[in-house]
């Protein structure tokens, strides 16, 4: 099988970085972004890409924590039954034992307390598996140009004093064309890659477990807008006549 070709996103040299400020001040469409702003995505975008990477390995340590979270949860069930409650109820254990097992060392008896002690040692697993071990739809950035549009994307509204539905793919396509350079970035076919990028954020946004922005169409927006009243009102209930 042929191995995966790392992504890596260029930090801008001084030079690169100058003159891409530059040709981004002098942009009328870029007017009023903010250079920091720019400097952030970039940063993680970077991250990002190290973030994709690491992806092989992460894989590796889901499949081992599938199977201690499955160890745990069938020692847990054992523990629960009636049975080996009432076992455990009838050993003695040594103080130290005790206090070890307990969290709390107020268990009356070591099987409540065993039962403890295993279901501490699965929490850590349980939510290790739930923020990296499901698959929620999402999937990883394929290319660095993707990384790059998508913190862009990400951070659209601190970078630009505008919403991200008014004119977003104008000035997404004119910073790119002068930032992505600056970090070694293609920028063939920029006209097309925006808008698959703006369309595709929410899928990028899910495996990130980033929350999602909101819709970049205005007639979108306005028709939930609509149906969604910003202080709705309960309905009024009628009074019922008193008893004579």
Same mark, same amino acid.
């Given at each position: 099988?042929?191995?995966?070709?790392?992504?890596?996103?260029?930090?801008?040299?001084?030079?690169?970085?100058?003159?891409?400020?530059?040709?981004?001040?002098?942009?009328?469409?870029?007017?009023?972004?903010?250079?920091?702003?720019?400097?952030?995505?970039?940063?993680?975008?970077?991250?990002?890409?190290?973030?994709?990477?690491?992806?092989?390995?992460?894989?590796?340590?889901?499949?081992?924590?599938?199977?201690?979270?499955?160890?745990?949860?069938?020692?847990?069930?054992?523990?629960?039954?009636?049975?080996?409650?009432?076992?455990?109820?009838?050993?003695?254990?040594?103080?130290?034992?005790?206090?070890?097992?307990?969290?709390?060392?107020?268990?009356?008896?070591?099987?409540?307390?065993?039962?403890?002690?295993?279901?501490?040692?699965?929490?850590?697993?349980?939510?290790?598996?739930?923020?990296?071990?499901?698959?929620?739809?999402?999937?990883?950035?394929?290319?660095?140009?993707?990384?790059?549009?998508?913190?862009?994307?990400?951070?659209?509204?601190?970078?630009? *004093?505008?919403? +991200?539905? /008014?004119? =977003?793919?104008?000035? %997404?396509?004119?910073?790119?064309?002068? @930032?992505? !350079?600056?970090? &070694?970035?293609?920028?063939?076919?920029?006209?097309?890659?925006? *808008?698959?990028? +703006?369309? /595709?954020? =929410?899928?990028?946004? %899910?495996?990130?477990?980033?929350?999602? @922005?909101? !819709?970049?169409? &205005?007639?979108?927006?306005?028709?939930?807008?609509?149906?969604? *009243?910003?202080?709705?009102?309960?309905?009024?209930?009628?009074?019922?006549?008193?008893?004579?």
């Amino acid at each position: 099988m042929a191995k995966q070709k790392a992504l890596k996103v260029n930090s801008p040299t001084a030079d690169a970085w100058d003159e891409a400020v530059e040709w981004l001040n002098s942009e009328e469409k870029l007017s009023g972004y903010k250079v920091d702003a720019v400097a952030e995505s970039v940063k993680q975008a970077i991250l990002l890409c190290e973030q994709v990477n690491a992806e092989p390995g992460r894989a590796l340590a889901i499949k081992k924590a599938k199977k201690l979270q499955k160890l745990f949860g069938n020692l847990a069930h054992e523990l629960r039954s009636t049975e080996t409650q009432k076992a455990m109820t009838s050993i003695t254990a040594e103080k130290d034992l005790i206090d070890f097992l307990s969290a709390s060392s107020s268990e009356a008896n070591l099987g409540e307390a065993m039962l403890n002690a295993v279901q501490s040692m699965q929490t850590p697993f349980n939510d290790y598996l739930f923020t990296y071990g499901k698959n929620r739809g999402g999937h990883p950035v394929l290319t660095e140009r993707q990384a790059l549009l998508y913190c862009l994307i990400k951070n659209y509204e601190e970078i630009f *004093p505008t919403p +991200l539905w /008014d004119s =977003a793919r104008l000035r %997404l396509i004119a910073l790119s064309t002068h @930032l992505f !350079p600056a970090c &070694q970035v293609s920028t063939d076919g920029l006209e097309d890659a925006v *808008p698959r990028a +703006l369309k /595709d954020f =929410a899928l990028w946004a %899910l495996w990130d477990r980033q929350p999602t @922005l909101q !819709p970049c169409d &205005q007639e979108m927006l306005e028709s939930w807008n609509a149906d969604k *009243p910003d202080d709705p009102e309960p309905p009024l209930t009628p009074a019922k006549p008193g008893a004579e």
